[in-house]
């Protein structure tokens, strides 16, 4: 198959790879090739084999990931020692029925420009790190140079540090929905436009917090106009804090766009 190639993507890969130190460990972030493909397979299933609840991360056979790779740019991993500590995934659904901006109700030119952050996961030796952060952060400039506008993620409400994560780059809750095979997902939306950062929103003085298993009285918010933005966590328990969509502006430089 031709690999596909994204315009402005070029000046991107050639600023891979990147060093920095995470636990007194010198690690390497770079676009992975189908080379990869048994590494980034082995470290899925070390990651699935770890989970205390399985339905927190679905897995993807060999065959989907070969079709992944062979879209330019859409795995980055991180490495330490040659050896591969996390990875994240992009894909671009086009107009595919498992396009999360349908879960949004986007219109369809909207669905169009929509890419998914796919997947994201480290190696437990390297969890507290900060790397799913920082792996959706770069992935998040590969789609800002690509020309794609939305950006979906799901997440399972039973992670909420993964939750908190992506919330941290400018993600907010707009939907949580049943997915695969019946497990709940929240669908998160970012607009390239929006900053990389959860900090810095103008408050609506409209807050209200859920434990994150709740599911009843979130969806109720969502459909009130709500929009999940931050975690917090009290003693064992996670808690979700949505605030009411501004709907006085359709800027879509804005985080509070409906």
Known sequence: MVREHLTGQRDMADSYP????????????RFLAECSLSDLAALQSLVVSTLHEIEIFMPHDEEYLSRIFQTELSVLGVLAEEKLAAYSIIRYPGMEKDNLG?????????LKK????QAIAVHPHFRGCGLQRELAAAHLQVLESSGYEHICCTVSPKNPVSLNNLLSCGFRVRALNPKFAGWWRYILYKN??????GTGMAATGDETAITCLNIECQRELIQR???????EWKGEKSEI?????STSSMDSSSPFIP
């Open 102 to 110: 349908r879960d949004l109700n986007l219109a369809e030119e909207d």
């Open 225 to 231: 106009g709500y929009e999940g933005y931050r975690v």
């Open 192 to 197: 390239v436009n929006w900053p990389m950062t």
């Open 114 to 117: 929509l890419a998914h952050l």
């Open 241 to 245: 804090f949505y605030r009411k969509r």
């Open 18 to 29: 990147r060093s920095f130190v995470r636990r007194g460990k010198c690690l390497e972030m």
